[in-house]
C-alpha cells in the first residue's frame, strides 16, 4: 500500500506528497500516476477529514510524517491522536475542496474549513 510521504496544513492550504513512483529521478512526468496517486490524497482527505474516519484513513499515513500544522506535532499517531480527539469536539467540522494540483509526487489542495454543517431551513 502506497503512504503519505507527507501530509502539511498551513491555513487552509494543505500540501501531500505521495511515495512509490519513480519519476521523481528520471524527471519525466508519469500523468496516469499522478492521477493514481490525486485519487488516493482526495480519498484520504474526504475519509479523514470529512468522514472523521481517523483511523481507516491513517492507514496510507507514514508513521515519520512530517505536519506543518504549528499546533500539531510531527508523526503518525500525535496527527491521528490531535484530530481525533479534535473532531470529537467539533464533529460538524468539513473541509471543503476548492482545487487540486498535482506534479509529480506533490499535490497541492486549497480547502476552506468549517467548524460545523451548514444548516437550511
Known amino acids: 500500500m502506497k503512504k503519505l510521504a507527507s501530509?502539511?496544513?498551513v491555513g487552509s492550504v494543505m500540501l501531500?506528497?505521495?511515495?512509490?513512483?519513480?519519476?521523481?529521478?528520471?524527471g519525466k512526468r508519469n500523468l496516469a500516476q499522478e492521477e493514481t496517486n490525486r485519487t488516493l490524497v482526495l480519498e484520504f482527505y474526504d475519509t479523514f477529514f470529512n468522514l472523521?474516519?481517523?483511523?481507516?484513513a491513517a492507514k496510507v499515513v507514514?508513521?515519520?510524517?512530517?505536519?506543518?500544522?504549528?499546533?500539531?506535532?510531527?508523526?503518525?499517531?500525535?496527527f491521528v491522536s490531535y484530530y481525533r480527539d479534535f473532531f470529537k469536539k467539533?464533529?460538524?467540522?468539513r473541509y471543503c475542496r476548492?482545487?487540486?494540483?498535482?506534479h509529480n509526487e506533490m499535490h497541492l489542495i486549497c480547502t476552506a474549513a468549517r467548524k460545523e454543517r451548514l444548516r437550511f431551513a
Open 7 to 9: 501530509l502539511a496544513i
Open 16 to 26: 501531500l506528497g505521495i511515495c512509490g513512483t519513480a519519476h521523481a529521478q528520471t
Open 52 to 56: 472523521h474516519k481517523v483511523d481507516e
Open 62 to 78: 507514514a508513521e515519520d510524517y512530517i505536519q506543518h500544522n504549528p499546533t500539531v506535532p510531527d508523526g503518525k499517531e500525535p
Open 90 to 93: 467539533t464533529p460538524g467540522s
Open 98 to 102: 476548492q482545487i487540486i494540483f498535482a
